[in-house]
């Protein structure tokens, strides 16, 4: 037969565990960065997140480091789908360079959670003629044309050969590749769908990581 003891011991431990879960759910997501949230397990800090989640917050905006040491601007996270979308770099005026061209382009980790997503299109620009190779669309009808003519950074890659691709699970989805004597320059578009008018684009790279439970 239970003794009111045996039954207030079980009850109070359940009690302190309960309350130690709810205590320990604010630790384990980081503080806002700006207007950001930082949802987990994305990790600004070793006080919080999973630290393989790493972004950065500077001067109140995320940033998304590359292993090559190029900081990207983080525009949007999505942490019911596990992505968030980085701002493409810029395109240095008059060269129709990358600011991360001497780093290879786009690099992510492989060991790392973070892969790139399959809705992204990518713009190449200021390519060599090795690209006809590749299975790209580098014709007239290409949409870095009108990148080309319509967008400040694009004009000075003008009448240089350009391609655009959609970044498909056939690729490798942890690169997008610089190098001078192939292509120096890049764009990108997310969920970009052939035919939409050119003031629709939303330019980003979008990343997607491996979901993971805080518990």
């Given at each position: 037969m239970y003794t009111l003891k045996m039954i207030t011991i079980p009850l109070f431990l359940l009690i302190t565990s309960l309350g130690s879960l709810i205590?320990?759910?604010?630790?384990t997501t980081c503080p806002n960065c700006g207007d950001f949230e930082v949802p987990y397990p994305l990790s600004t800090n070793d006080n919080c997140g999973d630290k393989r989640y790493k972004i950065y917050c500077n001067n109140h905006?995320?940033?998304?480091?590359?292993?090559?040491?190029?900081?990207?601007?983080?525009l949007k996270i999505d942490p019911n789908a596990n992505k968030l979308i980085i701002k493409p770099p810029i395109?240095?005026?008059?060269?129709?360079?990358?600011?991360?061209?001497?780093?290879?382009?786009?690099?992510?980790?492989?060991?790392?959670?973070?892969?790139?997503?399959?809705?992204?299109?990518?713009?190449?620009?200021?390519?060599?003629?090795?690209?006809?190779?590749?299975?790209?669309n580098c014709s007239s009808n290409s949409i870095c044309r009108e990148f080309e003519e319509k967008?400040?950074?694009?004009?000075?890659?003008?009448?240089?050969?350009?391609?655009?691709?959609?970044?498909?699970s056939a690729m490798n989805s942890h690169k997008i590749r610089l190098r001078v004597g192939s292509c120096t320059a890049y764009s990108c578009l997310v969920n970009f769908k052939p035919g939409d008018p050119f003031e629709t684009w939303s330019y980003g790279i979008e990343l997607q990581w491996v979901s993971v439970s805080p518990y």
């Amino acid at each position: 037969m239970y003794t009111l003891k045996m039954i207030t011991i079980p009850l109070f431990l359940l009690i302190t565990s309960l309350g130690s879960l709810i205590h320990a759910n604010p630790l384990t997501t980081c503080p806002n960065c700006g207007d950001f949230e930082v949802p987990y397990p994305l990790s600004t800090n070793d006080n919080c997140g999973d630290k393989r989640y790493k972004i950065y917050c500077n001067n109140h905006t995320l940033k998304f480091l590359s292993p090559t040491g190029t900081y990207y601007n983080i525009l949007k996270i999505d942490p019911n789908a596990n992505k968030l979308i980085i701002k493409p770099p810029i395109i240095h005026k008059n060269t129709c360079y990358s600011s991360d061209l001497f780093n290879g382009g786009l690099v992510l980790d492989e060991n790392l959670p973070f892969n790139i997503s399959t809705l992204n299109t990518v713009m190449l620009l200021n390519c060599s003629s090795n690209i006809l190779q590749s299975p790209l669309n580098c014709s007239s009808n290409s949409i870095c044309r009108e990148f080309e003519e319509k967008v400040e950074e694009g004009k000075g890659c003008m009448n240089t050969l350009c391609c655009h691709y959609l970044k498909d699970s056939a690729m490798n989805s942890h690169k997008i590749r610089l190098r001078v004597g192939s292509c120096t320059a890049y764009s990108c578009l997310v969920n970009f769908k052939p035919g939409d008018p050119f003031e629709t684009w939303s330019y980003g790279i979008e990343l997607q990581w491996v979901s993971v439970s805080p518990y």
